[in-house]
């Protein structure tokens, strides 16, 4: 019979350490993940480890335990549990679920007791135990057929505690573990122990004494007077403590040893857990899928494809599908195209389409309406081959993305199937995944887009329904639709970049890290590689003796946490974050950049995706222009290399100031902040004035920066946590700030009461121009699922907002420079900021016709205010 393998893990402390550990992380939703990272981590590496055949993951079932009759006082110490943590306990045990493991929990005792109880049994049956956690308490449960795994600072690296390894540590068996807690107590825990004494006089005495008790019973025998009397003093103490330490290994625990097998995971769960969460490199962890042909179970369908395209084959409207592999479509070949309409089901591959004059012609025809599935990326890719796709009348991608922008959206198949729609296989399924993609034969391929065109044909309908029913069918045809057209122009004309501009920064930022590079190896006293995280944490912990925070499996933690804490003792931490930051500099802006540089035109094409974020914001990827750091001034000189791509034209930059807070003021309808933005005070001063009770001249520097955090952070729900982290204070200092700034605008925070109140009743909130967004959590009986969907409805229609009035801006300056007859081209919106590059003799022009057009996109009680600059590069425009 193989031998049976138990893994009990400590859920609670697994949960702490990863959340700690890593940095606060958020997903495109807004939800921190961090410690769901770490914990999926931690699973991921145990499972293919230990192989186990039974698993369990322990959970604390509340603050009161039996323990807390012996002693009131029981981790009474502990910090109350950062929201951004317990937020993340909900997802947690979606991930067990996800994976089939067990988990558990029980009143009146602590995951600590459920292990022991079920290590305890299993031993006794004969199974081979490990167990997992981040508290050394554990390790008194070690025996010859029980390993404790005790993670050390980072997340997978485990310290394995077995008899022999608690021997030579500590000189002690496992069963002393508990009376060197006596002794010496447990801070963690708020183990009072005996005063005084610490691990090493604990151990010393357990050497001679072997346990507490006996220890207790020849005080006498000790050496030291005032150790004595501490220990005369402290008995009943120390007894307690030890009781207090000592993990009950008979709990009334329910769950069977049967009941917690494992067999393996489903991946289907697992995958639809990860894409839920963001977790993209944790995808790619499990490996690669096949390539599929059709599925068994699709029904069969009937199409053509022609020897030649003739006008006969279109129909006054058509539901037309481009189909690239390559998400770059400004580089990818199109490999065949779809049309179904009165006339037939029809596959075209491409170089019979793109050499056909028909379907130029057809393709170009505005009178020849077209549903398709995105319409940018499908302009932009014809683009390519001289054809400007027109006529399209409904997108089936941008839609559903109203409808339910939280839904995420694979491909066309994941559409159809939220709406019933099942004709239609993934394109995952069909070309495979990775290094495995491949594009079948040509008879599979045209059936598999036929399949997308059919599914159009049936969605249209039922999407427009939705749309009209939702009251967001003019935020569908007036807003998203237009945008996706001038979205596709900003992307076909791409902004022009000064590569040898940018490769003269390049050298000074590599100039510049070898100096600094000099600077630290002076101050550290000998040369040594920075880029080292094991090699800088022996330089820094060991031969400068600064304080350490944490460990990793590979030494000493360098993060930049770590890092800035440590800025304040040693010149050296300064010098070495702007390493870091030029090194980052120049990996990632300066030779990424290069890398994307088009060579036929010098110029970068970014990707606008329009129909990714919950709330409606824009982001753009390949490259990613609205990231380049700007904090720094090397970082903001990359601008410098962003030119106009036509001679004696100049770059004209726009942007809207604070408008998230201008967009609250309207839907809070605050009289303070009304009035404020109406006289056009500065509002962070103003904000600053109104918490700290003192006049405009009062107000430092530091006050406007704390008021600042807490103008921009109250419209995120900010937590008392988070706003401690920010800004460097005391959790109960930013509580009180908050609470502060709430009293001095009353309309904040009615706005925050009616709006949770207004979602828990609708489900949904939603923008000005009818965004809406579904928020089911705002109902759930658990309090930390519940908080984040409170914070997220307070959020969602002021950062929603903000985003349909950049949107509709872009709109009508389009129409605006049009109907001008400008030159001016509009490349760029990096967040609230509009970029064109514009002729000299156009921008008198310009600076009255921008800022009229960007003021005046959407009428709120308070005014749009936009600023506006201009010069020969980006830098300079500003």
Known sequence: MDQKKLVLIDGNSIAYRAFFALPLLNNDKGIHTNAVYGFTMMLMKIIEDEQPTHILVAFDAGKTTFRHKTFEEYKGGRQKTPPELSEQFPFIRELLDAYGISRYELNNYEADDIIGTLSLNAEENGYDVKVISGDKDLTQLSSNNITVGITRKGITDIEEYTPEHIQEKYGLTPGQIIDMKGLMGDS????????????????????????????????????????QEKLEEFKGQALMSKELATIERKAPVEIKLDEISYEGFTREKVVAFFKELG???????????????????????????????????????????????????????????????????????????????????????????????????????????GIHLKGVDFDTLIASYIINPTESIEDLASIAKRNDVHNIQSDEAFYGKGAKRKIPDTQLLADHLVRKSLAMSVLKEKLEHDLIQNEQYELFTDLEMPLSLILADMEACGIKVDSERLQLMGQEINDRLIDIEKVIHELAGEKFNINSPKQLGIILFEKLGLPSFKKTKTGYSTSADVLEKLAPDHEIIEYILLYRQLGKLQSTYIEGLLKVINPENSKVHTRFQQTLTATGRLSSIDPNLQNIPIRLEEGRKIRQAFVPSEKDWVIFAADYSQIELRVLADIAGDAKLIQAFKEDLDIHTKTAMEVFHVSAEEVTSNMRRQAKAVNFGIVYGISDYGLSQGLGITRKEAGNFIERYLNSYPGVKDYMDDIIKLAKQKGYVTTLLQRRRYIPEITSRNFNIRSFAERTAMNTPIQGSAADIIKKAMIEMDAALKGHNLKTRLLLQVHDELIFEAPQDEIEILKTLVPEVMEHALELKVPLKVDYAYGPTWFDAK
């Open 279 to 385: 977790f993209n490199s944790l995808l790619d962890k499990l490996g690669e899928s096949e390539v599929g042909e059709v599925q068994d179970d699709l029904e069969e369908i009937e199409f053509q494809i022609p020897e030649e395209i003739t006008a006969d084959l279109f129909a006054d409207h058509n539901y037309f599908y481009v189909e690239m592999l390559d998400d770059n479509y400004h580089y990818a070949d199109i490999i065949g195209f779809s049309l179904v309409n009165e006339n037939g089901n029809f596959y075209f591959p491409t170089e019979l389409a793109i050499k056909s004059e028909e379907f130029k012609k057809w393709a170009e025809d505005e009178n020849k309406t077209k549903t398709v599935y995105d319409a940018k990326r499908s302009e932009v890719s014809l683009r390519r081959y």
């Open 188 to 227: 963690s825990d708020n183990i009072p122990g005996v005063p005084g004494v610490g691990e090493k006089t604990a151990i010393k005495l357990l050497k001679e004494f072997s346990t507490l008790e006996n220890l207790l019973d020849s005080i006498g025998q000790v050496s030291g007077k005032k150790l």
